[in-house]
C-alpha cells in the first residue's frame, strides 16, 4: 500500500495562494485517482478536487473552481494542489488520497483507499 505524505500548507492572507504537494512512496500513484479533500473545524470532509490516471481529467468543487488547480508530476510521484485567491472559509485540514490503480474515483472518500495525514491551511482576513 502506497505511504502518502503531504506538505505546503501554511498561514497565508486573504486573496494568497498555496500549493500543496501529494508524494507517494513504496508504491506509484501514477495508475491511480488522486484527490485532495479538507476538514474544517467542526465541519464534515469535503471532496475539493480530484485527478484520474491517465489522460489526467479533473474535477473540482463548485466551492473552489476557478481558484484551485490539480496537476500531477508522475514522474514524482506527485499530486499538487495549487490554491489561488485563498479566503478565510478554505480555512482547513487538507489531505490526499489515492485510489485503487485505474479507479476513476469521483470525491468521495469511500472511492479511496491510502490517505496522507494531513496539512494545515489557514487563511486569515
Known sequence: QVLLVESGGG???TGGSLRLSCTGTGSSIRYASVGWFRRAPGKE???VAV???GGGSTKYADSVKGRFTISRDNVKNTVYLQMDSLQPEDTAMYYCAASDPWSSALMTPAD???WGQGTQVTVSS
Request: no cysteine; aromatic share 16%; charged share 25%.
Open 11 to 13: 498561514s497565508v492572507q
Open 45 to 47: 470532509r469535503e471532496g
Open 112 to 114: 479511496f483507499k491510502s
Open 51 to 53: 485527478i484520474w490516471p
